[in-house]
């Protein structure tokens, strides 16, 4: 159990580790080893006060390490830095794409009981913050899952930043890839990532909504995978007739394979496992009930595509669906 000093604590450590994210710290001190205070906040334009302060406040959970009187001005990675690096998405996506709707707690819990569902949050950073979980955590099990599949063509519903088909694109080079994301942020910053990766010739980026996906709008791909949007869908109603439009939007999909954080059931566990809290709390706020892991494969068994498996990633509480159109039902 956390002391009150160490939540207070914990929660501006928190905070700075964000920043560092945004501000390149992080990938200074990882790809040279120190970060020389001086230079970088010169070469940036950054205030040196704050750059020196966020790394003032990262030694004290030896993110990193104390300053030496030998160091003349370097900062260097601290003994839980390795270990910072694989989960710093994850302080991204909570701060940078939630910091506002959680600092609204109050207020947005008025709202939510008044009737008004109306919220705000950062589409680009939590497509970045993804993007790089995503590449710790869930793409070595997605790729193995994919490589069973042969496919020619393969659409990503709720893309983010594009990371992850940018990525299949480089492995194989001989198929194409489709993008869908809702958010004009991460649309854009898609877009701007396919262009930098030159893909542009195999990758489309679309701007659309999963919930209203033209009829037959699709043909041709044979692969669907969408990633931790699934619990958005909710409740039942709507996540059936979401999972009957994605079905009738691409009418020769052979495998929809469906990655989410179910709810964890956790109750009052004094160790729960990194995202999880952030994930409920943050989801609680936007007016979303998470479902269990029980309750999507009762949506599955009442909806039109059959569950084949599932594949347990490395984010705490999620799963790959591995679902297939049910050949008791028409295609489209």
Known sequence: MLSIRETFNGTIVAAAVCAAYELGLLDELHDRGSVDITQFTADRRLDKLVVTEVLR???????????????????????????LWRYKGYFLWLFGGY???????????????????????NGAA???????????????????VVDEFPFRRAADIGCGNAS????????????EFIGIEIDPQAVEMARANVNEAGLADRIRIIHG????????????????????????????????????IIRSSFPDVQRFLLSDTY????????????????????????????PTLAE??????????DLAGTSELGIANSVIFDLRPSPELPRC
Not at 62 to 75: C, I, K
Not at 128 to 142: L, S
Not at 221 to 228: M, W
């Open 57 to 83: 406040t990262l030694t004290y959970a030896d993110l990193v390490a104390p300053p030496r009187r030998t160091d003349n001005g370097r900062a260097a990675p601290g003994s839980a830095f390795a270990e």
């Open 263 to 290: 709810k964890s059931g956790a109750g009052n566990s004094t160790e729960p496992p990194i995202f999880t809290l952030g994930f409920e709390f943050t989801h609680a706020l936007m007016g979303t009930n998470v």
């Open 296 to 305: 999507w494969k009762s949506a599955f068994v009442q909806s039109v595509w």
């Open 164 to 175: 992850r088909i940018i990525r299949l694109a480089r492995l194989r080079s001989d198929r």
């Open 99 to 121: 910091g506002e709707l959680i600092s609204s707690a109050a207020e947005q819990c008025r709202r939510l009981g008044s009737g008004v569902t109306k919220f705000d949050r």
């Open 126 to 144: 939590i497509a970045a913050a993804a993007g790089d979980y995503g590449r710790e955590f869930v793409d070595a099990v997605f790729e193995k």
């Open 209 to 244: 909504d999963a919930e209203e996906l033209p009829a037959n709008g699709f043909s041709g791909v044979q692969l669907v995978f969408s990633f931790f949007m699934g619990h958005d869908f909710w409740p039942l109603p709507r996540c059936l007739e979401a999972l009957n």
